[in-house]
């Protein structure tokens, strides 16, 4: 019927179920009942608790159209959607790369500039990004947040976790794009390294060891005068 009987008394807002009323509530108290089992992190809405388990797992449903790269949010797949031909009005100064946000951009200069912002408290080193040194405290902290849902091993980084996930479904997404190969792999390394026995590199894995050879005895130095004459 449209009847929205429940009020919000701190904005006025109604809403049609009193549970809906209660999250909204959260907005104006800062109560986040939903915590994340795995990482302690706390959320408003059961809905951003399901959105952030996907973090864990490896979940990533929403697939790229034209790499097939995946991710766990829709914005970030937005985002990504950008490379392949969206507006890129930030341009770089130095190189005229151009970029779909300001952010990026702003990342993109420290590879020119080679600043490094931000600094691990505890052993000094810095990084370009905050997400890398998120990711480096792991290695004092201990933490590894993303979990296998089938063996329970743990991981620092997400996409750790999604390689090792491989494992279990056998899941091969990086083919060999040499026409009549046909070869698969599991990670994007490897397919690199099987390239080059296409290209000819030289650390193809196909090219033959290096030949061995036996080294010779090493015996006294000969004589400058000459020998009997025979």
Do not use: M
């Not at 090792?164 to 026409?179: D, L, N």
């Not at 009549?180 to 090219?207: D, M, Q």
């Amino acid at each position: 019927s449209g009847e929205k009987p429940y009020r919000c008394p701190d904005c006025g807002k109604s809403f049609s179920h009193g549970a809906t009323l209660a999250q909204h509530r959260g907005i104006h108290t800062g109560a986040r009942p939903y915590q994340c089992a795995a990482c302690g992190k706390a959320f408003g809405w059961r809905s951003t608790l399901l959105k952030h388990r996907s973090s864990h797992s490896g979940g990533k449903p929403h697939h790229c159209p034209v790499c097939g790269k995946a991710f766990g949010h829709g914005s970030l797949l937005a985002q990504h959607l950008r490379t392949h031909g969206g507006p890129r009005p930030h341009k770089c100064p130095v190189c005229a790369k151009g970029f779909g946000q300001g952010s990026a951009l702003l990342k993109h200069l420290r590879t020119h500039t080679g600043e490094r912002p931000y600094a691990c408290a505890q052993c000094a080193k810095a990084f370009r990004n905050r997400s890398s040194l998120i990711e480096h405290q792991r290695i004092h902290t201990g933490e590894k947040p993303y979990k296998c849902s089938d063996c329970g091993k743990s991981f620092i980084r997400s996409s750790h976790l999604i390689q090792h996930r491989r494992t279990h479904t056998g899941e091969k997404p990086f083919p060999c794009p040499f026409p009549g190969c046909g070869k698969v792999f599991a990670r994007s390394e490897n397919l690199k390294i099987h390239k080059r026995t296409h290209t000819g590199g030289c650390l193809s894995p196909a090219a033959p060891p290096p030949r061995r050879t036996r080294p010779r005895p090493v015996g006294p130095c000969p004589s400058s005068s000459p020998g009997p004459r025979r």
